[in-house]
């Protein structure tokens, strides 16, 4: 080493320290001046982060005091109304942790706050990455990732929600035993495996805890460090705007300003969680008693990301057939697990659906405006729209009694609403995006009407447009207009049979279905055109004109 | 209407190339003008910056203050006051003091580091050629050196020693659980068994059971067997008293199954297993709080809404010497959620 880099500081001689043996000033260099995009929407994903994160610390401190254990005991402590009942170490432990630690109601509420937080920015996240396409190639393996992530997080919460053992969790867990019995064949003896023999079982709980407490946050942590780790490898998407190509990355670098603005968010993350549990309770486990298989309450909702499966299975009418001496139960098999399957699947096979539509094989670094792929938008509305519809099945019991309606009306109003509601958001939706095209269009052609009314020296009037800087205007043309992709013929001129013929019948079908409809972006020689026109028209005293639209079929 | 923009305009508005030529489409014009903010020319606004940082930073620490304070004085007895007490002062002192941290930072960022956007390019994710080639060789020379091409007994081998090497570990996990039996179609209720009340298990007399109550019930030594949860989530019973006119069809299998119009069903919902507890006294109707499916116990609590298929199971029951209600026999079908085997 050179006299020049010898450290004569504390923390020079950590960093001397630290490169010799890592090489880390390798790292520092490569990453720290590494250039992240600003924008608001990329802190939803960091919002999951924080919120995992808080639940780690917050988990890791309820740890300490929970018992998951069903073993019978009889509760003696600080809450009163539940002295002497005898329940499971679990629930009585969880009322310790709520009433008798300092800081334990404080840190359970956090927790739950934090959990459903977790999975609502997730959600929130994936429509963000769905909507802008930052899915596609490169990224398609990173959807699929975070799409698996999600699918953790619904496990990690629904495996948390049932270790209180109170009254709500153990009927959570009886439901579930009735979706798992539902699965031909082996459905009654995976419930037998799951819970040790029969429903509830001294099993279960412990069960769940290590799958809530390791195996769930292990996988979790080992894909977010994938997911991260192919953000930076990948490089941020960005959204379009002046400047910003596929070819660059625009942004502000690591350090100091993204770290400082990523990791200020943290705390703000963790302060808004800490205040939702001080002053907004969630949970009280103490009101519910412990799991009984025989009493229950109206208006009991599981947390809000199980509510879809949950309204699923009430809007199923009785389908349940015996064949051949064995009962199908689709009643309980189509919305348990059908229908969670199908979303998962078309969730994560989605990038890959997309580009066989439309054949583009190209890197996309630079986001979509929702508006400009208006099938992929309209496709997401209408997802949402039946998710939305489902879980507000699951309250429909709530809405009978606060809206004064009959429960058998509203669940046949929802029970047509799931079905006829995603085909007409989804057109809706279309129009909408399509709408708005034409609308950008318009602007980037004309620019923004001033309101300024001006009379010509014949007497004619017209509103004077104030033409869009370069900058603003980019915005509103960088777009590439996506076609459906062409087909050759099926048969060659010798009459020959084209191989996968009747593959590429289906696949130009989808991206006819994809692509037919579009706006085409203005192009310079249109906005000159244009010009010209206006230019002659005002000599000659007429005006008209039609936006150059292309609309399918 | 006539839209037209500002006259004389359109010369500046595309660029044309050298030969006057109009591209295909219109160009990136490249990063807008940079605008300052007032911090960066105003030193008077970037010292206010920075006071609020560092009184955002001092909130921080009032609040680490409080909550440590507020854990030792506020200790909850044994009233929910005391608990709200302690719950809101500790969660706020512990808020402010992140809060303070997070919104100091962020502040500081905005306002004082520089805001300049940077640029840097991309790299395709795809190898180059060489990169591709070469890593290619490694591969092949990796494979050609294991030989596992040439020696395909070897290979074989070894592809059906790893598919079975995990075998043991799903065979492992028999254990989870004891195989069902017939443990599922069998519960407390017999021959004699008395109806008692849920949850002290205090015997039933037929002549306390009046028209339009009902009883939750389980069976006679249940809180005593082994496994009291797992029995009665199979053998809770509702008991229902109502006019024997009122069934609207009366089916000649199940003559005798009540007393004097004291009818026992199952308390578990036929769908995925919740409690039907709720009874309309007005209609005879059950309903079930987890997915509404009802129950009309004027037709033996047939399904007449909602997502269950099945009848809630009637218990046969009759009245003993002394004037209280047993069962005359177990359930005659499985009870509960259905399942494969179930028939």
């Known amino acids: 080493m050179s006299q020049t880099t010898t450290p004569n500081t504390a923390a020079g001689g950590v960093a001397d320290f630290l490169d010799t043996r890592l090489g880390a000033s390798k790292a520092v260099r490569g990453l720290s001046r590494k250039l992240f995009p600003d924008h608001w929407s990329f802190m939803l994903g960091e919002i999951a982060l924080y919120s995992f994160i808080v639940l780690l610390l917050s988990g890791t401190f309820l740890t300490l005091f929970f018992v998951p254990s069903m073993g019978m005991t009889t509760y003696e402590g600080a809450y009163a109304p539940l002295n002497n009942v005898p329940m499971s170490e679990a629930y009585a432990s969880t009322l310790r942790l709520s009433f008798d630690i300092r800081g334990g109601l404080l840190m359970r509420q956090v927790h739950h706050w934090a959990a459903l937080l ?313 129009r909408i995006c399509l709408g708005l095209q034409r609308h950008d269009r318009e602007l980037a052609l004309h620019g923004r009407e001033t309101g300024r009314i001006v009379r010509t020296a014949d007497g004619e009037y017209f509103e004077v447009h104030e033409p869009l800087n370069e900058y603003d205007r980019w915005l509103l043309v960088q777009h590439d207009a996506r076609r459906p992709i062409e087909l050759p013929p099926d048969v060659d001129e010798n009459g020959v049979a084209r191989p996968g013929a009747r593959k590429d019948r289906i696949r130009q079908k989808l991206s006819r279905w994809f692509y037919e409809d579009r706006i085409e972006p203005l192009t310079p020689s249109e906005l000159a055109a244009s010009h010209a026109e206006h230019e002659h028209a005002l000599e000659a005293g007429e005006g008209e004109e039609r936006p150059v639209v292309t609309t399918g079929r | 209407m006539d839209t037209r923009e500002q006259g004389g305009a359109s010369s500046e508005l595309v660029t044309r190339d050298e030969d006057g030529n109009l591209p295909d489409r219109f160009e990136n014009p490249g990063p807008p003008p940079h605008r300052y903010r007032l911090a960066d020319t105003d030193p008077k606004a970037a010292k206010n910056a920075e006071r609020q940082v560092a009184a955002l930073f001092g909130i921080s620490i009032l609040g680490t203050i409080f909550a440590i304070v507020a854990y030792f004085l506020f200790t909850p007895e044994n009233t929910f006051a005391s608990i709200k007490l302690s719950n809101t002062t500790l969660g706020l002192g512990l808020g402010l003091a992140l809060l303070g941290i997070g919104l100091g930072a962020i502040h500081w960022a905005k306002t004082l580091m520089p805001d300049h956007e940077m640029t840097e390019m991309r790299h395709p994710m795809r190898g180059t050629d060489e990169d591709r080639t070469k890593a290619l060789e490694v591969l092949e020379t990796g494979a050609a050196e294991s030989g596992i091409g040439r020696r395909p007994l070897v290979r074989n081998t070894l592809l059906g020693a790893l598919a079975l090497v995990g075998l043991p ?112 006294q007005q209609t005879h109707h059950l309903l079930c709080p987890c997915h509404q499916s009802t129950y009309d116990a004027t037709q033996y609590c047939k399904v007449i809404f909602g997502p269950a298929k099945r009848a809630l199971p009637q218990l046969p029951i009759a009245i003993d010497d002394e004037g209280y209600l047993v069962a005359q026999s177990d359930f005659k079908e499985p009870v509960g959620p259905s399942f494969w085997e179930r028939g």
């Open chain 2, 169 to 280: 570990g799903i065979v492992l996990l028999r254990d989870l659980g004891p195989l069902p039996k017939d443990s599922l179609t069998k519960t407390l209720w017999a021959k004699g068994v008395r109806l008692t009340r849920d949850p002290d298990g205090k015997p039933i007399k037929a002549a306390d059971v009046t028209r339009g109550s009902i009883f939750h019930v389980i069976p006679q030594g249940l809180n005593e067997s082994e496994r009291p949860l797992e029995e009665k989530a199979k053998a809770a019973v509702l008991v229902i008293r109502m006019d024997p006119n009122m069934i609207q069809e009366k089916d000649p299998a199940r003559e005798g199954w009540d007393v004097d119009g004291i009818f026992a069903y199952s308390l578990i919902c036929t769908h995925v297993g919740c409690p039907v507890a709720l009874y309309e």
């Open chain 1, 118 to 430: 977790f999975i609502a920015s997730m959600t929130v996240h994936m429509f963000r990455v769905f909507f802008t396409g930052a899915f596609r190639k490169p990224r398609e393996l990173n959807w699929m990732i975070g799409s698996v992530l999600a699918l953790l997080g619904l496990g990690a919460g629904f495996s948390g929600y049932s270790l209180p053992d109170d009254l709500l969790s153990g009927n959570g867990l009886r439901i579930i035993d009735g979706v798992i019995k539902s699965i031909p064949v082996v459905g009654t003896y995976l419930s037998f495996f799951l819970f040790d023999g029969e429903f509830p079982g001294e099993s279960i709980i412990p069960r769940l805890y290590i799958v809530h407490v390791l195996l769930i946050p292990g996988l979790i942590l080992a894909l977010v460090g994938a997911h991260l780790g192919l953000v930076f490898w990948q490089k941020h998407t960005q959204y379009p705007g002046p400047g910003r190509t596929n070819q660059n990355v625009v942004g502000f670098p690591l350090l100091p300003v993204y770290a400082a603005k990523a990791g200020g968010f943290f705390f703000v993350v963790f302060g808004i969680m800490a205040l939702f549990g001080s002053f907004v309770s969630i949970n009280s486990v103490w009101n519910y008693g412990p799991y009984d298989p025989s009493p229950i309450s109206a208006g009991t909702q599981p947390d809000w990301y199980i509510l879809f499966i949950d309204g699923a299975l009430r809007l199923m009418p009785g389908w349940e057939w015996t064949v051949a001496g064995f009962t199908i139960s689709f009643n309980i098999l189509i919305p348990g697990l059908i229908l969670p399957g199908l979303m998962t699947g078309i969730l994560i096979a989605w990038p890959f659906l997309e580009s066989w539509a439309s054949g583009d094989r190209r890197e996309h670094h630079v986001l979509d405006r929702p508006r400009n792929v208006p099938v992929r938008t309209a496709a997401g509305v209408a997802a949402i729209v039946f998710y939305t519809v489902l879980a507000l099945a699951a309250t429909n019991d709530l809405l009978a009694t606060h809206l004064g309606l009959s429960i058998n009306d509203i669940t046949w109003t929802l029970r047509f609403t799931a079905i006829l509601g995603p085909p007409i958001a989804f057109w809706i939706t279309k």
